[in-house]
């Protein structure tokens, strides 16, 4: 049978025949080095991630130190307790003190209700969420308040723990995230700078 094959193809199929062993070789040695450039990809892809974990891990350590003596009642103490438009009930109160004074009713009413309860700051708490290291409260405004651009930064300031235009915030603030935040601006007789603020807050307490 091999003498019915031409010389030429006769050699043209021991040569590819012997090239056989040599392109499994070349095949195998090629399959080894795409294993090992994944498993390099791998190992950077773990390393990286171990990378990343350390330094999260490092970061809530941090914030946690950091807020490890927060006062439970900041809320209380530093906003609940914050007067606002306090230049507007200063006019009123000298009106009010005026011995020629009419007893204007809409004076009276407008000075009672900045200097009462029902433009100070309440919230209300949600459910309290545990974790592990920390839980968390929703803090919830029961209505909006009137204030100016001066009574926005004391809040801010004492919401964010930084001082802003001289307002500084108290201490021990526990971890305060503002979830919701409304300014309106609001018309007003004397053309004073006069907005309608809503919030919503996150406490979060380390444990």
Do not use: C, W
């Amino acid at each position: 049978m091999l003498k019915n094959i031409p010389r030429t193809r006769l050699l043209l199929y021991l040569m590819v025949i012997g090239l056989l062993p040599l392109i499994f070789v070349l095949a195998g040695i090629y399959g080894k080095k795409q294993e090992l450039a994944q498993l390099d990809e791998s190992i950077q892809h773990v390393q990286q991630m171990a990378l990343t974990f350390k330094k999260r891990q490092a970061q809530n350590i941090a914030v946690r130190n950091h807020f490890r003596d927060a006062d439970h009642f900041y809320i209380d103490k530093y906003l609940e307790t914050l007067t606002f438009l306090e230049p507007e009930i200063e006019a009123l109160q000298k009106i009010v003190n005026n011995k020629n004074f009419a007893g204007d009713p809409v004076i009276k009413k407008r000075l009672e209700q900045l200097t009462g309860e029902t433009n100070s700051l309440s919230f209300t708490e949600g459910a309290v969420q545990s974790y592990p290291h920390y839980q968390e409260t929703t803090e919830t405004l029961v209505r909006p308040v009137e204030v100016n651009i001066e009574d926005v930064q004391k809040v801010l300031s004492r919401v964010e723990g930084k001082e802003i235009d001289g307002n500084r915030p108290g201490p021990n603030r526990p971890q305060l995230l503002v979830l919701d935040f409304k300014l309106d601006k609001k018309r007003h007789a004397d053309n004073n700078e006069v907005y309608v603020m809503n919030m919503k807050l996150l406490k979060r307490e380390y444990l």
